[in-house]
C-alpha cells in the first residue's frame, strides 16, 4: 500500500468504518487529517472529524468524540449530522445550555416546517429544562411569524404568558385565538376571560366590563359574565349603570329564539330591587316586579312585593287591592294582607271598606285596637238594607266568580217550562197547603217572617214564595212545588235565633228561588241536570236522539217565546264550547246563596254560625269550612262593596 495514496487511504478509512473496525478506521481518517489535509477539500474535511468523532464515540472516549465534532463544525457549523450528534451527546449529559446553543446552529440552515419544530424544540428546552420562560416566550413568537394562525403555538405562548403573569400580552393572545374561532359559545368563553384579566390582574374595570358584556353579546345563555357585571357595579355601587346592563340582559335574552322564561323572571325581578332598592324608582320597580310576576303568576313573593310597592304610589291604589286580595285568596286566615287592606281604605278615607275589613279582622280574632275600636263603634251604623238588587246586581258582584254564567242562562230559560210541565197540576189541595194561611207580612210579627220579608225585599227573586209558619212541623225553612210555590218554616227557627241569624237563613234560602238556581229544587242531583242540559241543547241541534223526544214533549207545552229564550241561551253556551262542571256549578250556586244571606243579614259572626247548620246542598256540597273560606273573602271583595252601597248598608263617615 502506497501510504501516499490519497483515495487508497479515503477508501481504506471509510471501508473499515463500514465494517465497524474502529480502531483502523480510526487510524485511517487520522491519517488522511494530518498527511493529506491540504488536499482535502473543505466537506472531505468536515466528514473526516465527523468519521473520526464517531469512531471514538464508539470507543467509549467522548471527550475525544466532542473534540473530533467541535473540528468539524469550525470547518462547518451548520453540518447537520454532526449537529445532531453533538446534541445527542449533549442530551445525554443533561447539558441543555449546549443543546439549545447547537440546535440554534441546526436554526440557522433550516426553513419552513422544519425550522417551525425547531423553534418549539427549542421553546420547550428552555422552558422544561432550564426554567427560562422568557426564552421559551422568545422562541415560540418568533416561531408565531412563521405560521401566525398555529393553535399549539398560540396556546403554549398563552401559557407561558400566564405563567410569567404577563397579562396584556396574555389578553392579546386570547383575542388571537378567539378570533380564529367562528363559534359564538367558544368567542364568549374567551372574551369572558379577557375580562377576568383585565378585572383582577390589570385592574382595568372599564376595559372588563366591555369584555364581559362582549362575551353576553356572543352568547347570552352563559351567565357567568353578567355575574361578573353584576358583581363589578354593586361593588363600584353604579347602580344606574347595573340598571342598563340589566335591561341590556333582557334584551339579548328576549331576543334569543327560545327565550329562558326562568331567566327573565330572575332578571326581571332583580331589575326590579335596583329600582326599589338602589335608585328608589318605584314606579319602575312596580313596571318590573309585575313583568315578574307575570312570567311566574303563582310566585306569591312576587305578589307580596307589587302590594307593597303599589301601597306606596297614590296612583297605584287599585292595583295595590288587587294584589293583596290575590295573597288573601291563597290562603284566607293570614292577617297582613287585611292589616293593609285595613291601612289603605282607612288612610283614603274610605270608610266603609275600611270597616268591613276591620270586621272581617275581629271575626278572624286579628283586629288590634283600633281596628277594633273602629269595627264596635261604627257597627251600629250599618243596618238593615233600604234597596233591592237587580238582575246587574246577581250577575256582575253576586254570582260566585266561578259560577258558570251560560249554563245558569240555559237553566233559567229551562226552568219555568219545566216547572209547568211537572207541577202545574198541583194545587194546595194536592201540595196539603189549602188549610193553611199564608204569612201577611204587614201584619207578622214573628222575626223569620220579618226575616223572610227583608229578603225578599232585597233579593227580588223571580218566585216568590208564600210564607206558612208551621208550629206542627220539626223543620227549617222547606220549599213546596205547587202552582203557586210556597216555603214552610217549621218549629226549627221559629225561637231561638237572633234576626241577623234568621236574615242570613231567609236570604240563602231565597237566592235558590231566581230561575237559574230554582231548577235545584226539581232537579236536585248532578245526574238529572246534566240531562236537562243536553235537552235543552236539542233546541239547537245538539245532543242525542233520547234527548229528542223529550225536548219535543216539552216544547210541545212551551210559549214561542219561551222556546226561543232557550235556544238563544244555548246557542250562547254551544259557541263557547258546551264544555262545564255541573257538580262545580252546583257548589258555586251554594255559594252563591251564602253571599246573599251575608249580604242581607249584613253581619259576618252570624253567617258563619249559620253555616254550619245549613242542610247539605247534596252529595256535592261544599264542607262548612269551604264556605267559611269563600265567604270571608268575599267579606271584603270588591263586588261585595259594590252590593253594600247598591243595598243601602254603605257607612257614610264623614
Known amino acids: 500500500m502506497d501510504p501516499s495514496h490519497l483515495p487508497t487511504i479515503e477508501g481504506l478509512a471509510n471501508a473499515h468504518f ?16 494530518m498527511q493529506h489535509r491540504e488536499d482535502l477539500s473543505p466537506d472531505e474535511v468536515v466528514h473526516a472529524f465527523h468519521q473520526l468523532g464517531v469512531v471514538k464515540l464508539e470507543q467509549n472516549e467522548r471527550r475525544k468524540a466532542l473534540n473530533m465534532f467541535d473540528k ?3 470547518q462547518d457549523p451548520g453540518h447537520t449530522i454532526t449537529l445532531e450528534r453533538v446534541i445527542g451527546l449533549h442530551a445525554d449529559d443533561g447539558n441543555w ?100 384579566i383585565l378585572r383582577d390582574e390589570l385592574k382595568d374595570v372599564d376595559g372588563a366590563l366591555a369584555r364581559f358584556n362582549d362575551a ?46 326562568e331567566l327573565q323572571f330572575s332578571l326581571w325581578h332583580n331589575l326590579g330591587i335596583i329600582y326599589r332598592d338602589r335608585l328608589k324608582q318605584m314606579e319602575a320597580a312596580a313596571q318590573a316586579f309585575k313583568l315578574a310576576s307575570e312570567l311566574r303568576p303563582e310566585d306569591q313573593t312576587e305578589h307580596k312585593i307589587l302590594a307593597e310597592i303599589y301601597s306606596k304610589l297614590p296612583s297605584k291604589f287599585a292595583e295595590a287591592v288587587t294584589e293583596y286580595e290575590y295573597l288573601l285568596r291563597q290562603d284566607p286566615q293570614q292577617a297582613e294582607p287585611y292589616q293593609s287592606l285595613y291601612k289603605l281604605y282607612f288612610d283614603a278615607r274610605d270608610y266603609d271598606k275600611a270597616w268591613c275589613v276591620a270586621r272581617t279582622l275581629s271575626v278572624l280574632k286579628k283586629a288590634d285596637k283600633d281596628q277594633s275600636d273602629f269595627y264596635e263603634q261604627y257597627k251600629p251604623a250599618s243596618g238593615n238594607p233600604s234597596s233591592r238588587l237587580t238582575a246587574q246586581h246577581w250577575l256582575v258582584d253576586l254570582y260566585h266568580a266561578d259560577q258558570d254564567r251560560e249554563v245558569s ?22 201540595a196539603g197547603l189549602a188549610k193553611l194561611k199564608p204569612v201577611d207580612f204587614a201584619k207578622e210579627t214573628a222575626s223569620i217572617a220579618q226575616a223572610f220579608a227583608l229578603s225578599l225585599q232585597v233579593l227580588s227573586p223571580d218566585v216568590r214564595p208564600r210564607l206558612f209558619l208551621r208550629g206542627d212541623k220539626p223543620q227549617g225553612l222547606q220549599s213546596i212545588l205547587s202552582q203557586q210555590p210556597a216555603t214552610e218554616c217549621g218549629m226549627l227557627l221559629l225561637r231561638g235565633y237572633k234576626p241577623k241569624d234568621l236574615q242570613f237563613v231567609t236570604a240563602h234560602h231565597l237566592a235558590y228561588h231566581r230561575a237559574e238556581h230554582y231548577i235545584r229544587k226539581m232537579l236536585p242531583s248532578a245526574q ?50 258546551m264544555r262545564t262542571d255541573i257538580k262545580r256549578w252546583i257548589q258555586t250556586v251554594e255559594l252563591t246563596a251564602c253571599r246573599a244571606g251575608f249580604l242581607v243579614s249584613n253581619d259576618l259572626e252570624s253567617s258563619i254560625s249559620m ?9 256535592d256540597d261544599l264542607s262548612p269550612n269551604e264556605k267559611v273560606k269563600e265567604l270571608i273573602l268575599f267579606s271584603v271583595s270588591q263586588e261585595y262593596f259594590r252590593l253594600r252601597e247598591a243595598i243601602g248598608i254603605q257607612l257614610r263617615i264623614q
Not at 18 to 33: H, I, N, S
Not at 409 to 430: H, I, Q, T, W
Open 97 to 196: 445550555d449546549q443543546v439549545i446553543h447547537y440546535k440554534k446552529q441546526l436554526l440557522d440552515g433550516a426553513k419552513g416546517a422544519e425550522r417551525l419544530a425547531l423553534l418549539q424544540e427549542i421553546a420547550d428546552l428552555w422552558r422544561d429544562k432550564l426554567d427560562n420562560r422568557q426564552k421559551a416566550i422568545e422562541c415560540l413568537a418568533d416561531a408565531l411569524v412563521l405560521e401566525p394562525q398555529n393553535h399549539v403555538l398560540l396556546h403554549k405562548l398563552l401559557q407561558l404568558y400566564q405563567e410569567t403573569k404577563q397579562w396584556k400580552e396574555t389578553t392579546d393572545i386570547i383575542q388571537r385565538v378567539s378570533d380564529l374561532d367562528t363559534r359564538l359559545s367558544s368567542k364568549a368563553k374567551y372574551q369572558y376571560t379577557v375580562g377576568v
Open 611 to 619: 253555616l254550619g247548620q245549613l242542610e247539605s246542598a247534596g252529595p
Open 409 to 430: 242562562m240555559v237553566f233559567r230559560s229551562l226552568c219555568g217550562p219545566l216547572f209547568e210541565s211537572r207541577y202545574g197540576a198541583v194545587n194546595d189541595k194536592v
Open 72 to 74: 468539524a463544525l469550525e
Open 18 to 33: 463500514a465494517l465497524r473496525d474502529w480502531e483502523k478506521a480510526g487510524k485511517f481518517y487520522q491519517v488522511l487529517l
Open 528 to 577: 238529572e241536570l246534566r240531562e236537562a242540559l243536553i235537552v235543552a241543547m236539542r233546541s239547537v241541534g245538539e245532543g242525542n236522539a233520547d234527548a229528542e223526544k223529550v225536548w219535543a214533549q216539552l216544547r210541545s207545552k212551551m210559549q214561542p217565546q219561551q222556546a226561543e229564550e232557550v235556544a238563544k241561551a244555548c246557542k250562547i253556551f254551544a259557541k263557547r264550547g
Open 216 to 261: 353576553l353579546d356572543a352568547d347570552p345563555t352563559q351567565l357567568k359574565p353578567f355575574e361578573a357585571v353584576n358583581k363589578l357595579l354593586t361593588q363600584l355601587k353604579d347602580w344606574k349603570g347595573l340598571e342598563r346592563a340589566f335591561r341590556k340582559m333582557l334584551h339579548r335574552v328576549m331576543a334569543m329564539p327560545t327565550p329562558d322564561k
